[in-house]
């Protein structure tokens, strides 16, 4: 089955965080319109080559066309106008850097296939395989059921309030009719009475006090009522929906993302609009008392107690309602919520979970950064919000109807105060540990109430530089994993002590949330030993941007550029679980010394500050001494050039004699290299004909050529360290690389390093040629 058709059977939560996912960037309705076609291109692939880009995206732009032409004969209107409306938006926007879309689309369908993966999981799991997802349902099951207690109570109360209204009606009647006959003005003078007249006093004293006695049972049922909904309301705010908030809080840091709010939604429309109908009951009741009213009437002495209590109420769940749903965020930068730059744009959207259609198009939002300055840190920067910062909440530009408001246009930009846009020179914090709050201002009129509504995001950090995202991302790492305080913005003047168990969770969710594989127990172990040495109890110090000991870098920076460079690079080889990525130098050799020769294993560069990973193989010297041998690491330069499937699958070393041989055989602990990464390498290309326009066959085709990557003369350091081999060239080389590129043919790589060989021997030069030679020349010999 198609990946979008699966999508579409997903239960409701699923499918909100799927609308998520799309924008004007790409628009659902394409990825709807051409849903097929779409999966059938290998988009990861066009992210890193802007020829196949640049091909993809006219393919694209046909296949709207196409589509175009079919909504034309359907007389489809509408679409007509959204298909053209999104190929003028993706022209103008994408033409010029087409790799641009293809990392949004790539990105998309990837984050489908993780959606996918969790919802099979959490079906195939079960509750019963989680202990808290059994008491979770259960107190929703509680509070569902309160919920519809309260609903019928409520209804009740109607039914009592039309039998009050009927009763008093009655009484009303009777009184006045006996009043228009003088009758009580007889009995008031104290003259006699027939008995006619006493028989109808004695039933009007009787329908006095029956109403009487239902006025108080609806007064003490209305103030249990309410008790009700201040209790189910609690449970609503102060537990489902912080609740949300902190899994909002560890969604933004890469834990699960269960953050969907249609059920709480549910529940808080449902406990508003009962509360709404039990005002009204109360005002019926002012109107009642204000007809008939008698002395100990407990309408007056209660009523005012039940108007204040319902009032407060409602305006608490009003302004707890109003929330962010989603945090601010660049959008080229989607994995890294909380981090904004100065002068590029971010988005976020708030949400009013009262779903009230009379208030669609009614609340203007705005909003504002550090609006509570008197809490920042003395010395903070102080910045100005450009762009449309007001907007108009509605149901529209929601998938499910919801009233909320999505700013795509706000960007910050720093005032200047003379002190490099500081406010006082004697700053404690630095910049990518200083925290800044969006608030988001409103005002509800609602049935002759005015409630002002505020809310906040998430604090942020505001950079000025990209080459301070690691940095401020651990920032926002180490707030949002030791606190749910909504805004305490001095949190790094002292920032509390996370326990290893608490940071290891958060590096395993920086992997596993944007590919399908976290951190092993072995892996983070070794992050362990590199961070803390002994000190595995606590880690005061990781989110600082401190260099780590002996490198001229941060740990964030180096951990940030690794996780880039597998999900750019080798996600495909991360994904399947053969990369061992994080392991020390001793355990490396611990486990390859019992394997046989050409035995290796793939790990991340220790000393690559933009990320860079290398494999480690098993062999053989002349005297049957095993050896641990390490190619210096390939970075992201080089994996742009070539994947890293095929740098494995042709990487070459010279032995004694200059003959070419590959080292690596099996991937450890014993999977032949050709099956696991062989289905990863793409097919060559079948040569094409010279003349292809004029139908003319070649008679002489070029002799295709292919890149391999080769080491020189291993015998020269086969006794070198292994951090000498990882940290420098090796002897020989003047490329300053331990392997380079060549493309060539078989043959002519085979003559020219024979000859080189004669005339230079024990010095090989590093070759880079790229030859063609036709038929008569060479004929092709494979390598």
Same mark, same amino acid.
């Given at each position: 089955m198609?990946?979008w058709n699966?999508l579409?059977q997903?239960?409701t939560r699923?499918?909100?965080?799927?609308?998520?996912?799309? *924008?004007?960037?790409f628009?659902?309705?394409?990825r709807q319109f051409?849903?097929?076609w779409?999966?059938?291109q290998d988009?990861?692939?066009?992210?890193n080559?802007?020829?196949?880009?640049?091909?993809?995206f006219?393919n694209?732009l046909g296949e709207?066309?196409?589509?175009?032409s079919?909504?034309?004969?359907?007389?489809n209107?509408?679409?007509?106008?959204n298909l053209r409306r999104?190929?003028?938006h993706l022209?103008?926007k994408y033409?010029?850097?087409?790799?641009?879309?293809?990392?949004i689309?790539?990105?998309?369908?990837?984050e489908?296939?993780?959606?996918l993966?969790?919802? /099979?999981?959490a079906?195939?799991?079960?509750q019963?395989?989680?202990p808290t997802?059994?008491?979770v349902?259960?107190?929703q099951?509680?509070?569902?059921h309160n919920l519809?207690?309260i609903?019928k109570?409520?209804q009740?109360?109607?039914?009592?309030?039309k039998m009050?209204?009927?009763l008093?009606?009655d009484f009303?009647?009777?009184y006045? /009719?006996?009043k228009?006959?003088g009758?009580?003005?007889?009995?008031l003078n104290?003259?006699?009475?027939a008995?006619a007249t006493?028989q109808?006093?004695?039933q009007?004293?009787?329908m006095?006090?029956?109403l009487?006695q239902?006025?108080?049972?609806?007064?003490t049922?209305?103030?249990g009522l309410?008790?009700?909904?201040d209790f189910?309301?609690?449970?609503?705010?102060?537990?489902e929906?912080a609740?949300?908030?902190?899994r909002?809080q560890?969604a933004c840091?890469?834990?699960?993302p269960?953050i969907c709010?249609?059920?709480?939604e549910t529940?808080i429309?449902?406990l508003a609009?009962?509360q709404?109908?039990?005002?009204q009951?109360?005002?019926?009741?002012e109107e009642?008392?204000q007809?008939?009213?008698y002395?100990?009437?407990?309408?007056?002495q209660?009523?005012?107690a039940l108007?204040?209590k319902i009032?407060n109420?409602?305006?608490?769940?009003m302004?707890?309602?109003f929330?962010?749903?989603?945090?601010?965020?660049?959008?080229?930068?989607?994995?890294r919520?909380?981090?904004?730059?100065t002068?590029?744009q971010?988005?976020?959207?708030?949400?009013l979970?009262v779903?009230?259609?009379?208030?669609?198009?009614?609340l203007?939002?705005?909003?504002c950064i550090d609006?509570e300055?008197?809490?920042?840190?003395?010395?903070?920067r102080k910045?100005n919000?450009?762009?449309?910062?007001?907007?108009?909440?509605?149901?529209e530009?929601s998938?499910n109807?919801?009233?909320?408001?999505?700013f795509?246009?706000l960007t910050l930009?720093?005032?200047?105060?003379?002190?490099?846009?500081?406010t006082?020179?004697?700053?404690?914090l630095?910049?990518?540990?200083e925290?800044?709050?969006?608030t988001?201002?409103?005002?509800?009129y609602?049935?002759?109430?005015k409630i002002?509504l505020e809310?906040?995001s998430?604090?942020?950090?505001?950079?000025?530089n990209?080459?301070?995202m690691?940095n401020a991302?651990?920032s926002?790492?180490?707030?949002n994993?030791l /606190?749910n305080?909504p805004?305490n913005?001095?949190f790094f003047t002292?920032?509390?002590?996370a326990?290893w168990?608490?940071?290891?969770?958060i590096l395993s969710?920086?992997?596993?949330s944007t590919?399908k594989r976290g951190?092993?127990?072995?892996q983070?172990?070794t992050?362990?030993?590199?961070l803390l040495g002994?000190?595995?109890?606590?880690?005061p110090?990781v989110?600082?941007c401190?260099?780590?000991a002996?490198?001229g870098?941060?740990f964030?920076?180096w951990?940030?550029?690794?996780?880039d460079?597998?999900k750019?690079y080798?996600?495909?080889?991360w994904?399947?679980?053969?990369?061992?990525?994080?392991i *020390?130098?001793?355990?490396?050799?611990?486990i390859?010394?019992?394997?046989p020769?050409? /035995?290796f294993?793939?790990?991340f560069s220790e000393?690559s500050?933009e990320?860079g990973?290398?494999f480690?193989?098993?062999?053989?010297?002349i005297?049957?001494?095993t050896?641990?041998q390490s190619?210096?690491? %390939?970075?992201k330069?080089q994996?742009?050039?070539m994947?890293f499937?095929?740098i494995i699958?042709? %990487?070459?070393?010279?032995?004694?004699?200059n003959?070419?041989v590959?080292?690596?055989?099996y991937?450890?602990p014993e999977?032949?290299k050709e099956e696991?990464?062989g289905?990863?390498?793409?097919p060559?290309a079948?040569?094409?004909?010279?003349f292809?326009?004029s139908?003319?066959?070649?008679?002489?085709?070029?002799?295709?050529?292919?890149f391999?990557?080769?080491?020189?003369?291993p015998s020269v350091?086969m006794?070198f360290?292994? *951090?000498?081999?990882?940290?420098?060239?090796?002897p020989?080389?003047?490329?300053g690389?331990t392997?380079?590129?060549f493309p060539?043919s078989p043959?002519?790589?085979?003559?020219?390093?024979?000859s080189e060989?004669?005339a230079?021997?024990g010095?090989?030069e590093?070759?880079?040629?790229d030859?063609?030679?036709?038929?008569?020349?060479?004929s092709?010999t *494979?390598?």
């Open positions: 198609a990946q699966q579409q997903l239960e699923y499918l909100e965080q799927l609308y998520h996912l799309y *924008s004007d960037s628009p659902m309705e394409l051409l849903a097929p779409i999966e059938s988009w990861a692939y066009a992210a080559k802007e020829s196949h880009a640049t091909l993809v006219h694209l709207i066309d196409q589509q175009y079919r909504f034309l004969q359907e007389n209107v509408l679409y007509q106008h999104i190929k003028q022209q103008s033409l010029e850097k087409p790799m641009e879309i293809a990392r689309v790539a990105r998309c369908l990837w489908e296939q993780r959606l993966q969790t919802a /099979t999981t079906q195939q799991d079960g019963g395989a989680h997802g059994t008491v349902t259960e107190k099951q509680i509070l569902e519809q207690d609903r109570r409520v009740d109360m109607e039914q009592k309030m009050l209204e009927n008093q009606d009303d009647f009777n006045k /009719t006996l228009s006959a009758e009580l003005s007889q009995d104290g003259n006699s009475q008995a006493r109808k006093m004695a009007l004293e009787q006095l006090s029956a009487d239902l006025r108080r049972q609806i007064v049922e209305m103030a309410l008790s009700a909904m189910v309301q609690k449970n609503l705010t102060d537990e929906l609740d949300w908030k902190r909002q560890i840091i890469g834990g699960p269960n709010l249609d059920r709480l529940w429309t449902s609009e009962s709404l109908q039990i005002r009951q109360i005002k019926k009741l009642l008392q007809k008939v009213s002395k100990g009437d407990p309408i007056i209660h009523r005012p108007e204040e009032v109420l409602f305006r608490n769940l302004k707890s309602a929330v962010v749903e989603r945090q601010p965020c660049m959008p080229m930068h989607p994995d919520p909380l981090v904004i730059k002068g590029v971010f988005t976020n959207k708030v949400r979970l779903k009230f259609p009379e208030l669609n198009y009614q203007k939002i705005k909003v609006k300055s008197g809490d920042a840190v003395r010395g903070s910045f919000i450009l762009g449309t910062n007001t907007k108009v909440m509605n149901m530009e998938n109807g919801s009233l909320s408001a999505e795509k246009h930009r720093e005032q200047r105060c003379g002190n490099g846009g500081r006082n020179s004697d700053a404690s630095i910049v990518t540990e925290l800044h709050l969006i988001f201002e409103t005002e509800v609602h049935q002759g109430l002002d809310t906040h998430l604090p942020v950090v505001v950079i000025s990209i080459c301070q690691p991302w651990a926002i790492l180490w707030y994993m /606190t305080h805004k913005v001095n002292k920032p509390p002590v326990t168990d608490q940071v290891a969770e969710w920086q992997f596993s590919t951190l092993t127990i072995e983070l172990t992050l362990a030993e590199k002994e000190r595995k109890c606590a880690c110090n989110w600082a401190e260099n780590m002996g490198k870098f941060s964030w920076v951990l940030d550029n690794i996780i460079l597998v750019k080798i996600l495909a080889l994904n399947e679980g053969y990369i061992m990525g994080f *020390s130098k001793e355990r490396e050799r611990a390859l010394s019992p394997k020769p050409g /035995t294993l793939l790990r000393s500050k990320g990973i290398t480690t193989w098993v062999e053989k010297d005297n049957g001494k050896q641990i190619v210096e690491p %390939y970075t330069q994996l742009s050039s994947s499937a095929e699958m042709g %990487y070459k070393i010279m032995d004694a004699t003959i070419l590959s080292p690596l055989v991937l450890f999977i032949p696991a990464f289905r990863f390498c793409r060559e079948q040569p094409e004909p010279e292809p326009e139908g003319c066959k070649s008679t002489q085709p070029y002799l295709k050529t292919k391999i990557c080769v080491t020189p003369c350091f006794d360290p292994d *951090s000498e081999l990882l940290g420098n060239a090796f020989g080389t003047n490329s690389n392997s380079d590129l060539m043959r002519t790589l085979d003559s020219i390093m024979h060989a004669e230079n021997p010095q090989l590093s070759l880079t040629l030859m063609e030679l036709s038929s008569d020349v060479a092709p *494979s390598m």
